[in-house]
């Protein structure tokens, strides 16, 4: 039975290879302690997880299913006979979040409820909500601790994660504050404007873009320091009509190659057919919308920011 259990925790390792098996790790010593790590991980493992299961127990009910919960979320790549696609476009997105806290919550929930597919995409579907959220807030580690614990907690509970008290759900003044930053000057957010870019193009395509490009960059249309004499001046005759739109979202578009400085400054029209496009079109459907205007003043950008800012809200459900 020893070399059994041998094999079934070898298993373990070499599907989440050694980093992601050490990573398992303080993942689960996160769902036992639901606190940040004060002590070594050995500690707190062998204080809150060993201490109150047996060695078979802790393989059959603790190692295997949080590892092979801890794989599908790693991978996007959950398996069920219906709403596989939309657990696993949850997790690409939950991925590109610039933090790894969400994801013992992410386990915990995958292990305790595999069979019930239905379920658990809702649940992913309100993570990422949660997750992008605290994202774009910029909530520091031990704010976003807290929170994850309180999620934790509530997994075990069986709370209703999508009641309006819950800890899944965003509150009221996050809420305001997330929709302030998306309507302010969303340029400067550097850890966050690509991604919030690249759900707004996905929202914009239907949910069916696909970012597998290489370079994705992003690029101001009214340009940051326009040519004194140049259409944009004309467009924009007084500084602080350009300073107070250049960096917003609605200013902004996604381009699949390295910034060009010298073309950063063309005319509108330059710009949307030498650098904007390749033949006409571009991939992504924010870019395309600005290929699809004649013109670029203050009104352009203040219709398209109420646009694009009223299409997150609805994505994340802001209002």
């Not at 991925?95 to 915990?108: K, Q, T």
């Not at 707004?200 to 004499?229: C, F, K, R, W």
């Not at 107070?244 to 381009?255: D, E, F, P, Q, T």
């Not at 079109?281 to 205007?293: A, K, Y």
Request: proline letters at 3%.
């Amino acid at each position: 039975k020893e070399l059994q259990y041998t094999e079934k925790w070898e298993e373990a390792e070499v599907g989440l290879g050694r980093e992601g098996f050490a990573e398992l790790f303080t993942y689960i010593r996160m769902i036992y302690c639901k606190e940040k790590a004060r002590r070594s991980i050995l500690a707190d493992f062998r204080d809150h997880v060993t201490s109150k299961t047996n060695a078979v127990d802790l393989v059959d009910r603790v190692i295997l299913p949080y590892g092979e919960a801890l794989e599908d979320i790693l991978a996007s790549a959950f398996e069920a006979s219906s709403n596989a696609d939309k657990v696993n476009l949850s997790l690409r997105w939950l991925n590109m979040i610039d933090n790894s806290d969400w994801i013992p919550p992410a386990i915990l929930f995958l292990a305790k409820n595999r069979p019930s597919s239905d379920k658990i995409a809702e649940f992913f579907a309100e993570l990422d909500r949660l997750a992008s959220g605290l994202m774009i807030l910029r909530s520091n580690i031990n704010e976003r601790i807290e929170r994850y614990a309180a999620v934790l907690a509530e997994i075990e509970a069986g709370k209703d994660f999508k009641a309006a008290g819950s800890s899944m759900q965003l509150r009221k003044e996050e809420k305001e504050n997330i929709l302030r930053i998306l309507d302010g000057d969303l340029y400067l957010g550097i850890k966050t404007r690509l991604y919030v870019l690249l759900r707004l193009d996905n929202s914009l395509s239907g949910g069916g873009a696909q970012y597998q490009h290489g370079i994705i960059t992003i690029e101001h249309v009214l340009p940051q320091s326009p040519a004194m004499g140049s259409k944009w001046v004309q467009w924009f005759p007084s500084e602080s009509d350009r300073t107070s739109r250049v960096h917003k979202m609605g200013n902004l578009a996604l381009l699949t190659r390295r910034k060009n400085s010298s073309a950063q400054n063309y005319d509108f029209d330059q710009k949307k057919t030498k650098y904007f496009s390749v033949g006409g079109i571009s991939p992504f459907v924010l870019t395309t919308q600005v290929l699809g205007e004649p013109t670029w003043g203050p009104e352009v950008i203040d219709r398209r920011q109420k646009d694009l800012v009223a299409k997150l809200a609805k994505l994340w459900r802001l209002d």
